[in-house]
Structures are given as C-alpha cells and as structure tokens.
C-alpha cells in the first residue's frame, strides 16, 4: 500500500442498510461513527470525499410500496429516506471536526443545498465531505444510478461500492458456496453475464463515462482508506 492516495477524487456510495447497522433498519451511530472516522483520514491525506448514501433502512421505494403505491410516489418517498441518512452521517463528521456540506437532487433548503456541480467541486476543493442525496431527482432511477451520475459529473476518479460482501462473485456465494470471487471484470462482462453488481442503467452510465468501480466490503471500514491508499481489495470493473 503506496504512502499516498492513489485517487484524488472519490465517489463512495453506501447502502443504507449498512448504516442501519445488524438490525439493517434506522440507523445505527456505532457503525456511522466508524464508517465516518475512516473518511476523516481520507480527507486528512488530502482526498476529495463525496458519498452518496441509500435509502433502504428507511424505505425501499417500489418493493416496500408493494403494487399499493403509485411508482413514482414510493421512489420520491425512498428519495426522503435518503435524506434522513445524508443528515445523520453529515452530522457524524462535523462532530469529529470534518467540514461537510449535503446537496440534495431535489430541493429541500432548509436542510441541505440543492445540487449544484461547481458548488460541490468547490467544497472539495476547500477540504469538505460532500454528502448528495435523493438520488437523481427523479424516480425510476436507483441510488446507484444516482451515484454514477454525480460521480461523471464531478469528475471523480473512481466509484467505491462499499457492500456487505467482500467483492464480486461469479454466482451468489449466499447461494452457491463454491461461488468464485472476482478480482478484476469489465462492464460489458458485467452486463452480459447479469452479474448484479449495480442496475443496468447504472452500470451502462459507468462504462460509458469510463469510471472504474471497485467494489468491497464494508464489514471493515478501513477498507474504504485501503483502496482509496490502493491495496488491492474486493473487485475492480473497468470499461475496457
């Protein structure tokens, strides 16, 4: 592992059922004091941090609307969710001295900036977390697609897909226990073998914008430092 980072700029994207801790519901400030005591070392060895956060501990839009709620509204509710999330961990990193700021696809400003792209870049630029919520704004769409957007549009140099599970696997290993872990693939073998790392959208968007992804798990939040320091961890997806 190199002394120092091997990304300038980051897009860390967390489920929302990691922050909701064993329980997988709420929140749980232990596993977000963690999680967020590891960002304050990234941005102390001068990274750029932003981090998209899920909604799932809340709401998981159109599954937990169940047929019983129009589409688009059981997606905005889930975007809400989101947003519960942003404040909790922003509020995490400014107890530890980080200087953050949320920005919100859709907008909500007693609580949170809308999201501006040269706003964000500046607060980068000045050392702050940027924390983006709701998503794209726009239902249909998946916290993941919302991540790899934000990530292409910020120019970050990589998207880090912090999971419950360690990587990528050729088959479900909760399934399958001789499923095979795998190191590095690329998007288009993502996409044809069905792998489910990210949605299709998203995964399409990444390849597209020629983002890598490196995929790992969060059982240890030290490992967002490590990649980010460039041990070699979990799975790598590059466009080519």
Known sequence: MSDLPKYKRVLLKIS???????????????????????LKKCVKAGVQVGVVVGGGNFWRGVK??????????????????????????????????????????????????????????RHFEKGRVVIFGCGTGRPYFSTDTGAVLVAAEINADAILLAKNIDGI???DPAINSEAKKIDMITYTDVLSRR??????????????????????????????????????????????
């Open 16 to 38: 929302g059922e990691a922050l909701g801790g064993d329980k997988k519901f709420g929140l749980d400030f232990e596993v977000i004091g963690k999680v967020c005591a590891v």
């Open 195 to 240: 792998l489910g790392v990210m949605d299709s959208t998203a995964t399409s968007l990444s390849m597209d914008n020629n983002i890598p992804l490196i995929v790992f798990g969060l059982n240890d939040p030290e490992n967002i430092y490590r990649v980010i320091m460039g041990e070699n961890l979990g799975s790598t997806v590059i466009a080519e």
């Open 169 to 171: 696997y050729d088959s």
């Open 64 to 121: 937990d609307g169940g047929g019983k709620i129009d589409r688009a509204r059981a997606d905005h509710m889930g975007m809400m969710a989101t947003v519960i999330n942003c404040l909790g961990v922003a509020d995490t990193l400014e107890q530890m001295g980080v200087p953050t700021r949320v920005q919100t696809a859709l907008e909500i400003k007693a609580v949170a900036e809308p999201y501006i792209r040269a706003k964000a870049i």
